[in-house]
């Protein structure tokens, strides 16, 4: 069936147009969407898809379904020999665009950490790949507040580049604070030395391009501010003197960080969302399988909302940290 | 494979798919496998839900339940383990909010139901009877992720008897599908227990109890210790299980079974209705493309075409054993 006007989510077939490394362990994939018949839809800041990390036969690779084979699939060696997970790997949009008429560009970062993410690394450009998406809500954007940080760890800085893009388009002003363990575990292009002192700069390309100053912290020194960046941000809220009700926090990274970020802004009374990370069984509500306890007037004083679908962006006040 | 007989594309729509179980006419056999499809239309963007024989939802029970803890989900080779622990917005909230939306479907509902107690099941079960969509029940005596519930009906064939036959009391416009458990010794004891306390269908397999450990911690990595093992991994297992059930409990009794367990392509689906099934649902696979169901459907048709016949109907049983 054809979709006018508004397309729906649903299952595309993507080329790769780009998979490159981009430092040690991290990739960026840039996938192309071109279906005759169904625009990839809408997207925002803070939503996901789902990538099927297995080679596409024709039944899977998000054609629209024609008639099928009735004999099993077959298998190639490399099928057999490298193990291909069965379920979908959720993988957050660092930026989407539309290149020409009728092919639209999804920007993805991942990290190798596992069997999928080890397979997504394999594919050269041209390798087709299905895509379910896009998933989850949108950064809630207050364009009432003329400021925004943006504090993203390891793999929870791409979602963090979208945000600064539709932030400087809504004219709030981003400031991202980025923190890796080590310098080659950051996945963006550095500039310029950025401030050791933890001064905002625009010392990367992908946030000065997205109208964000950065500031970069690494544990280990090796770049930028020495220490978390949960630091970095704590001093920059003491030093700039930005009045808490200008000011609005969007985080995504390992836990730890995410909640030491809703801390400090639930002490200094800034609004902040966390963008969390669950196993996901299907990243469309259905399986129940990616639960987050969230405060509510309940006798329990919580309930679980659905990762997927709910968030994957909470306000830090109503997460109830396990 | 040999298709000298190959029909014309539009003989190929032609070919009849419709089925009846117990009663119910289903435009075709495929179905969603309880717990994995939501309550109602949570597909609805990703698939054409009319293009399903009927709905089967996620288990109701009388209270809601918050269900179990985090992690609920743990992926294997060609397979998942699950313990959601029946999770669901209760009977009153299933009523008042998901049933519009199914009613809005138009398509024959089974509803799944589960309980601690035998007379949760009936309070459910007669709740029901109420709701012209509704046109069956199904009975989850074998969820293996319930402490207190589920799972000791399932596998004590008396007691199999006993809860089918007080359920059956007070289920008279809907019909009454009992879901088999796999965990047993012998799944032939159970069915034909099912269909002594009055069962108008049987369902099966529901999840085979699995654990997965993580090395490292040297702890179960599932929040609930054990779940249920779905997906390619069973299906194997359940085909043999619908094929005992067929020959030695179901055949002689004349009533049908819907066939799950691990079915992702046209030729799982195939292999269930040789062996015996009637109906046939679709879980795990539902998570990677919701669009299998048409999938399948297209290719039961070639199928059947393929061969000359001009029903499902046809295939249904028709393995051939010496
Ligand atoms: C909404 C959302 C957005 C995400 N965005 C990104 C992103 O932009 N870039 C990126 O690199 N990663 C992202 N992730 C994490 C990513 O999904 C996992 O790293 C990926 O699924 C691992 O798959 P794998 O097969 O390579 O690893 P596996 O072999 O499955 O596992 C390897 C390791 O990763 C852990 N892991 C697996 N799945 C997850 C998960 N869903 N969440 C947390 N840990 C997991 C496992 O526990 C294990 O330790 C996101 C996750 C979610 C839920
Ligand atoms: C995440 C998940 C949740 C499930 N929840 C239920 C449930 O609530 N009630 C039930 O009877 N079966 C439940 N099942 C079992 C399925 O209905 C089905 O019997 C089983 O998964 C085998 O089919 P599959 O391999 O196609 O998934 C669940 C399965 C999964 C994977
Ligand atoms: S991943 Fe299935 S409900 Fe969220």
């Not at chain 1, 930005?242 to 985080?251: C, D, E, K, P, T």
């Amino acid at each position: 069936m054809c979709d006018h006007g508004q397309s729906k989510r649903g299952v595309f077939s993507a080329a790769v147009a780009v998979n490159e490394q981009i430092c040690e362990d991290h990739f960026l994939l840039r996938l192309h969407i071109c279906d005759p018949v169904r625009k990839f839809p809408p997207s925002s800041a803070g939503q996901f898809v789902q990538l099927r990390c297995k080679s596409a036969d024709s039944r899977e690779a998000g054609h629209l379904v024609e008639a099928t084979a009735t004999t099993p699939p077959q298998f190639s060696l490399d099928e057999l020999t490298n193990h291909q997970p069965l379920l979908r790997r959720p993988l957050s949009l660092g930026g989407r665009r539309e290149i020409d008429p009728g092919t639209t560009e999804l920007e993805i970062i991942y990290r190798v950490v596992g069997t999928g993410t080890r397979w997504l690394a394999g594919l050269k450009s041209g390798a087709e790949l299905s895509v379910l998406g896009p998933l989850g809500n949108a950064f809630a954007i207050r364009t009432d507040k003329p400021k925004a940080a943006l504090i993203g760890g390891g793999v929870g800085i791409p979602p963090m580049l979208y945000a600064a893009e539709t932030l400087s388009e809504n004219n709030i002003e981003p400031i991202a604070f980025c923190g890796a363990q080590t310098s080659q575990l950051l996945p963006l292009t550095v500039d310029g030395a950025p401030d050791t002192g933890g001064a905002p700069s625009l010392c990367t390309r992908e946030f000065t391009e997205r109208g964000a100053k950065t500031v970069i912290t690494t544990d280990d020194g090796s770049l930028g501010f020495r220490g978390f960046v949960t630091q970095a941000f704590q001093q920059w809220c003491d030093d700039s003197g930005v009045a808490a009700g200008q000011l609005v926090v969007y985080s995504c990274g390992p836990e730890v960080m995410m909640r030491i970020v809703g801390d400090i802004c639930i002490d200094r009374g800034i609004e902040c969302y966390l963008s969390l990370e669950r196993h996901m069984g299907c990243g469309m509500g259905t399986c129940q399988s990616c639960v987050v306890k969230i405060r509510d007037n309940s006798e329990q004083g919580w309930s679980y909302k659905l990762c997927c679908s709910d968030g994957p962006a909470f306000p830090a006040e109503l997460i109830v940290w396990e | 494979m040999e298709t000298t007989n190959k029909r014309q594309s539009g003989d190929i729509e032609s070919i009849d798919l419709s089925v009846n179980i117990a009663g119910v006419e289903l435009d075709n056999p495929l179905m969603t496998a309880s717990g994995t499809c939501g309550y109602s239309d949570e597909y609805a963007d990703f698939v054409d839900l009319g293009e399903l024989g009927a709905f089967v939802t996620k288990s109701i029970s009388v209270a809601p339940r918050s269900g179990n803890e985090y992690p609920r989900i743990v992926e294997t080779r060609a397979g998942m383990m699950n313990a959601i622990g029946l999770a669901n917005v209760g009977l009153d909230v299933f009523i008042s909010e998901k049933l519009p939306k199914l009613q809005a479907m138009n398509l024959p509902v089974f509803v799944n139901i589960a309980g601690v107690t035998q007379a949760d099941y009936i309070q459910v079960a007669e709740a029901l009877e109420d709701i012209d969509i509704v046109r069956g029940v199904e009975l989850n005596i074998s969820c293996p992720n319930v402490k207190a519930g589920g799972i000791q009906f399932g596998v004590d064939p008396s007691a199999v008897e006993k809860i089918t036959a007080a359920v059956k009391k007070v289920t008279r416009k809907n019909k009454l599908i009992v879901k088999l458990s796999p965990n047993v010794s012998d799944i032939t004891a159970t069915a034909q227990a099912a269909v002594n306390g009055g069962a108008d269908a049987l369902s099966l397999i529901n999840t085979l109890t699995a654990m997965a450990i993580d090395i490292d911690t040297q702890r179960p990595i599932l929040a609930n210790k054990t779940g249920g093992l779905s997906g390619p991994a069973i299906r194997p297992v359940a085909v043999y299980m619908v094929h005992r059930v067929y020959t030695q409990v179901a055949k002689p009794a004349g009533i049908p079974i819907i066939g799950m367990g691990g079915i992702q392509y046209a030729s799982d689906a195939i292999e269930f209705l040789l062996a015996g099934a009637t109906g046939l649902a679709l879980g795990t696979s539902l998570f990677v493309d919701p669009r299998c169901i048409v999938e399948i459907k297209n290719g039961i048709r070639k199928y059947l075409a393929d061969r000359d016949k001009s029903s499902v109907q046809d295939i249904i049983g028709a393995l051939q054993i010496d």
